[in-house]
């Protein structure tokens, strides 16, 4: 097989935070406690590899910044940095030097919770000045030592094992309190097992999409072959290593970034052979490639796995791993045991074909399966005479928990109640696991997990999710046998739930509007415009302040869009006369850029444009009347525009456009 470069692109990743951490607990037979966002002081690695923050386990989910490429340091991070806490991850990489707006970054990851690994120059005089100018932020967990620490990939290193030990005392004398980190490559052949030992946490570079050191064909085969090297070469060594799992482009005339497909394949390649944290590579490298604009599918896909990544956490740390023999060349799978539950994962590496799959599941009996994440397509194994049986399509990846039996007990059942039935971002949701039932005994314990990394324990619990999305609840009910259930709900939280199922009655209609509705295949091109001209309105009520408007649009059907804005100072400006002005060129979440309303008597007007993927996708043509609406959270007053078939003038799949004079 064609030999790889000889210097695989990386960086690095480092692990351990020094601010309070608060924990949490799931109390099942065993305690499983979790650092929650806050601070932490101390980090460690036990003797088998796991990562410890503050005392407590910690499995990091983080994201590359090479920020000295292209000078993006400091303040000017800051930005990349909220995006990545907006997407779930807890750690962040990137460049750090002596400026004075450094600290701005630091601050701002400690108050998102965000930890972060320091890249720092290192002179011939050493890292003095650096770690002594920053190791006391709570926001640093860690330092990077050395990249690429084993390069070149075939013939003697550059960087030989004793001198990357160096550097790990040298670190160890300034800041004992943080962990050091240095990557390099997985690459077989390459030399690792002699770095065993000279930093607390090893990085490994997994990059094989457009790489060329295989065809096309064989490229998540390789990764998943570099993550067999990594198992055998650190087996015995309690070696402490995390994936730096692809998020970028090579430079090259078949360069790509992964796609949605490959992007999970390659995360769970290196989980299932034991990595004890991901970091992707990256958000920055420079030459103003920033990933959520560079490949927005790739951005848009990352929090899933993030989340995959924080509902696994009780299994990837305190789980009992090992691998699953498929008996099959492109299919690989592993599982992890816990407390009379076990999560298996399958995926295969071939690019087109399927293959029929038939595992030999360990210990007890297994009644049912369930697919870990629902949301996902991937699916259709089922359990059969002790084996998880079924079909692998090409590139998939399936995630499967199972609940054990216990000898001469009944399971209990679990199941899952939920209110209210429509539920917008940052509003209360309750779930309910009291009809959950045990036919021998009774139910000990219920854990939750919300599906966006958040948990909770008891019989009711309540949830707010952060942003709008589709969420799966899972149940996990046990009984005073110590024998498990599991239960999932979907909750969908839309943007506003000031949009009842059909138009709201009594709103005031304008002599005159227009409304025009695009819905291209880009979805970063979606938009949609409303005008409303010549009305009366005493008050819109106060947005800057108290006031949610939402925009409701309704055709013969139901309800086809719903989307709105919450009391936001900084997006509103009273202009007086001109009347009450929004813009938000983020137009998150909820779609809406620009709103622009003036208050009257039968000189009231609305101007609202709205752009971007978070608008939902309307593909059909819409049946008349077609009913727009704005409605506020606490005026009695709202707006709408009712188009017929006589006001419209384009009425196809993805294009409408009416006007009323």
């Given amino acids: 097989m064609p030999p790889t470069t000889s210097a695989r692109r990386a960086r690095s990743f480092h692990a351990r935070r020094s601010v309070a951490v608060a924990l949490f607990c799931l109390i099942g037979s065993v305690a499983i406690c979790f650092a929650t966002a806050a601070d932490a002081s101390t980090a460690s690695v036990d003797a088998s590899g796991r990562i410890y923050r503050d005392g407590v386990p910690w499995f990091p989910i983080g994201m590359y910044h090479v920020s000295w490429i292209g000078d993006r340091q400091g303040a000017k991070a800051v930005g990349d940095l909220e995006a990545i806490a907006d997407a779930g991850f807890d750690l962040?990489?990137?460049?750090?030097?002596?400026?004075?707006?450094?600290?701005?970054?630091?601050?701002?990851?400690?108050?998102?919770?965000?930890?972060?690994?320091?890249?720092?120059?290192?002179?011939?005089?050493?890292?003095?000045?650096?770690?002594?100018?920053?190791k006391s932020h709570p926001a640093i967990v860690g330092w990077n030592i050395r990249d690429d620490f084993n390069a070149p990939t075939f013939g003697p290193v550059a960087h030989p094992p004793d001198e990357v030990a160096a550097r790990r005392a040298v670190i160890d004398g300034l800041d004992p309190d943080r962990l050091t980190y240095a990557s390099g490559t997985p690459f077989p052949g390459a030399t690792v097992t002699p770095y065993a030992g000279t930093m607390e946490v090893m990085g490994f570079q997994s990059y094989p999409i457009g790489e060329q050191s295989y065809p096309h064909e064989y490229e998540l085969e390789e990764a998943m072959d570099e993550f067999d090297y990594v198992e055998a070469q650190l087996a015995g060594t309690g070696q402490a290593w995390v994936a730096n799992a692809q998020a970028y482009r090579w430079r090259s005339a078949v360069g790509t970034y992964p796609t949605v497909r490959e992007s999970r394949n390659l995360l769970y390649a290196p989980l299932i052979r034991g990595a004890s944290g991901v970091l992707w590579y990256t958000m920055w490298e420079g030459n103003g490639t920033l990933l959520p604009s560079a490949a927005p599918a790739l951005w848009a896909e990352l929090p899933h796995q993030v989340a995959e990544l924080k509902s696994l956490r009780p299994f990837l740390l305190y789980g009992?791993?090992?691998?699953?023999?498929?008996?099959?060349?492109?299919v690989h799978a592993g599982l992890w045991e816990l407390d009379s539950q076990i999560v298996v994962v399958v995926l295969n590496t071939h690019r087109t074909d399927s293959f029929d799959v038939s595992l030999a599941l360990p210990g007890a009996g297994y009644e049912s399966v369930a697919r870990m994440f629902p949301g996902r397509s991937e699916s259709g194994m089922v359990v059969d005479a002790g084996n998880l049986t079924g079909s692998i399509g090409p590139e998939e990846v399936h995630v499967y928990i199972l609940d054990a039996t216990t000898p001469a007990n009944t399971s209990p059942v679990a199941a899952i109640e939920a209110s209210p039935a429509e539920v917008a971002y940052l509003e209360t949701r309750t779930f309910d696991a009291g009809t959950s039932t045990d036919g021998d005994g009774s139910?000990?314990?219920?854990?939750?997990?919300?599906g966006d990394g958040s948990v909770a324990s008891g019989q009711l619990a309540t949830h707010e999710y952060a942003k709008p999305g589709s969420y799966w609840t899972r149940l996990t009910v046990r009984d005073d046998d110590g024998a498990t259930a599991t239960?999932?709900?979907?909750t969908v939280v839309a943007r506003t739930s000031l949009c009842p199922a059909s138009p709201a009655a009594d709103c005031t209609s304008s002599?005159?509007?227009?409304?025009?509705?695009?819905?291209?295949?880009?979805?970063?091109?979606?938009s949609l415009q409303w005008k409303w001209d010549h009305g009366t309105v005493v008050s819109f009520g106060e947005p800057a302040a108290t006031t949610e408007l939402a925009l409701c649009i309704y055709d013969a059907s139901g309800r086809l869009l719903a989307t709105g804005v919450r009391p936001d100072a900084d997006l509103w400006t009273d202009r007086g006369d001109a009347g009450l002005r929004f813009k938000d060129k983020d137009a998150a979440?909820?779609?809406?850029?620009?709103?622009?309303?003036?208050?009257?008597?039968?000189?009231?007007?609305?101007?609202?444009?709205?752009?971007?993927?978070?608008?939902?996708?309307?593909?059909?043509?819409?049946?008349?009347?077609?009913?727009?609406q704005l409605v506020g959270s606490d005026t009695a007053e709202c707006q709408q525009s009712v188009f017929t078939t006589e006001d419209v003038s384009t009425n196809a799949p993805g294009s409408f456009s009416a006007s009323q004079h």
Avoid: Y
Wanted: glycine content about 6%; hydrophobic content about 50%; proline content about 7%.
């Fill in 511 to 526: 002599s005159s509007g227009s409304m025009r509705l695009s819905m291209p295949a880009s979805a970063a091109k979606r």
């Fill in 443 to 450: 139910i000990a314990s219920w854990q939750w997990d919300f």
């Fill in 320 to 330: 009992v791993r090992s691998d699953l023999p498929t008996g099959l060349e492109r």
């Fill in 92 to 134: 962040m990489h990137a460049t750090v030097d002596a400026r004075a707006d450094m600290i701005e970054l630091f601050d701002a990851a400690e108050a998102r919770g965000v930890s972060m690994i320091a890249e720092i120059p290192w002179s011939e005089s050493g890292p003095d000045g650096f770690v002594n100018l920053w």
């Fill in 487 to 490: 239960a999932f709900a979907e």
């Fill in 589 to 628: 979440p909820s779609g809406i850029r620009s709103m622009q309303l003036v208050a009257g008597n039968l000189s009231a007007r609305i101007a609202l444009k709205a752009r971007g993927a978070a608008l939902p996708e309307i593909t059909t043509a819409l049946v008349p009347p077609v009913t727009v």
